[in-house]
């Protein structure tokens, strides 16, 4: 009996009363799978005192020790052997050490196909409708191994793409960022009627947004147009600019409405596409749970207090990510948001250790100040 298939088959991505049932049962199997089949897991979980086989070892999900996502930057821990693996992703870290490496194999991969086809389903994100896709991310090459060019290409597919333009274009073995010819693009295609959608880093979205109406622009993207953001967000908002700033900023230059911005939000360690409901707003979908931890000594805090965010879900099972302890700080809500979903919503407020860690929009500004040799490296 495959209980994780059928949490991910459910046809409502927050089907709460089913999955409150299912969500353990899978966490268990998955768990069972890596401690059988991973002995560097095995051993971390051993060293806890972590059975999971205790009957009662998956009541509380906060029992089942996380492994912090720091660990997966200096170790690649396979439940599967390396021939099975489909993908190899590395995080967009900004150097080669702040990378993790996770695999996923054929079983993780159907997965992941089942979540988004239901996410963007339940969000109206399929379209039949010819579209220009732009995305403010690297240009797909297949041996770009980074999860944000994967999930950028993929999402090329949502609708039947008339043109792909992407911010990070390949050129000679090397990425360069080209703007000016994205704005000339977007320009041109307000004039159009074909629906535009773009995806990608907040920070590049935003350097765009504000470079354009440095030049004065004021256009209306057509009818059915999207602005869809993910990847490196993560202390870009808390940092540099308000969410209602950079909506307001989105219709004064491209005339994109607030509900026509989505946002998505998910981590090399922890796969899962967190898609925004109309109001913004990231609730707990079928496939994952939330603990939010005390920083201090890391036991689980009531819902509406901030600590550090730890992520579960038992999607992969080529790496052991069932539990994930992030360094980001978070909330868990747990009043009516008025969306019609009713699991609770998790607000990320940033980084712990902020100072400490080279951040993805960190690496955005210093490519854009050297603008002038446009040439980047090749890690962001
Ligand atoms: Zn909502």
């Known amino acids: 009996m495959d209980t994780i298939k059928k949490l991910f088959r459910l046809k409502n991505p927050y089907d709460q009363e089913r999955s409150e049932k299912l969500f353990p049962a899978a966490i268990k199997q998955n768990c069972i799978f890596h401690y059988e089949h991973n002995p560097a897991y095995r051993a971390l979980l051993d060293g806890q005192g972590f059975s999971p086989y205790d009957k009662n070892a998956f009541d509380d999900l906060a029992k089942?020790?996380?492994?912090?996502?720091?660990?997966?930057?200096?170790?690649?821990l396979l439940s599967v052997p390396n021939r099975k693996l489909i993908v190899r992703a590395t995080s967009s870290g900004t150097s080669g050490q702040n990378q993790s490496m996770v695999g996923?194999?054929?079983y993780s991969l159907r997965r992941a196909f089942d979540e988004v086809r239901?996410?963007?389903?339940?969000?109206?994100?399929?379209s039949l409708?010819?579209?220009?896709?732009?995305?403010?991310?690297?240009?797909?090459?297949f041996k770009n191994k980074k999860a944000v060019a994967q999930t950028a290409w993929g999402f090329t597919f949502t609708a039947p793409a008339v043109s792909k333009d992407y911010v990070l274009r390949y050129r000679n073995g090397d990425y360069i960022v080209d703007l000016d010819s994205i704005e000339r693009k977007l320009i041109k295609y307000a004039k159009g009627k074909l629906p535009v959608r773009t995806l990608g880093?907040?920070?590049?979205?935003y350097f765009l947004l504000k470079q354009m109406k440095e030049h004065g622009v004021?256009?209306?993207?057509?009818?059915?147009?999207?602005?869809?953001?993910?990847?490196g967000w993560k202390q870009f908002y808390a940092e540099r600019i308000s969410k209602e700033d950079f909506y307001a900023l989105a219709f004064e230059v491209l005339g994109i409405e607030q509900e026509n911005i989505i946002e998505f939000f998910g981590a090399v360690e922890h796969p899962i596409l967190w898609t925004q409901c109309k109001y913004h707003r990231f609730h707990v979908p079928n496939y994952a749970r939330v603990i939010i931890r005390d920083v201090d000594d890391l036991l689980p805090l009531p819902n509406g207090q901030v600590g550090i965010i730890n992520l579960l879900t038992p999607m992969c099972r080529a790496t052991p990510l069932t539990s994930v302890m992030t360094d980001d700080l978070g909330i868990l809500h747990e009043n009516d948001c008025g969306c019609g979903i009713r699991s609770p919503y998790l607000e990320i407020i940033g980084r712990v250790g902020i100072e400490d860690i080279q951040t993805c929009?960190?690496?955005a500004e210093n490519i854009l100040e050297g603008k002038n040799d446009t040439r980047t490296r090749k890690t962001l």
Do not use: C, Q
């Open 104 to 106: 996923l194999d054929f």
């Open 201 to 205: 880093f907040p920070a590049y979205t």
């Open 118 to 126: 239901r996410f963007f389903s339940y969000h109206k994100i399929w």
């Open 218 to 231: 004021k256009v209306r993207l057509p009818k059915g147009s999207m602005m869809t953001l993910g990847g």
């Open 129 to 141: 409708k010819p579209t220009r896709f732009v995305i403010f991310g690297y240009e797909h090459k």
């Open 64 to 76: 089942l020790p996380p492994l912090p996502t720091l660990y997966f930057k200096h170790h690649l």
């Open 361 to 363: 929009a960190a690496g």
